[in-house]
């Protein structure tokens, strides 16, 4: 089972970035372009992830 919650992050400068680093445990972390997600050149979980994120439904 997989919880996934809609956030926004607070400082919107953020979402131009092309990595973050996970403060938990420094981990970098990027955001993959949607058409990558498309195409499927980058995997998403859990399963039915892109669908939601392409379409939002």
């Known amino acids: 089972?997989?919880?996934l919650f809609?956030?926004?992050?607070r400082d919107a400068a953020l979402y131009a970035r092309d990595d973050l680093v996970v403060l938990d445990t420094a981990?970098?972390?990027l955001w993959p372009p949607l058409t990558d997600v498309r195409e499927e050149?980058?995997?998403?979980?859990?399963d039915?992830?892109?669908e939601l994120l392409v379409t939002g439904a």
């Open 41 to 46: 050149r980058a995997v998403l979980y859990p």
């Open 1 to 3: 089972m997989a919880l």
């Open 48 to 50: 039915g992830l892109a």
């Open 6 to 9: 809609d956030a926004t992050l």
């Open 27 to 29: 981990e970098p972390v």
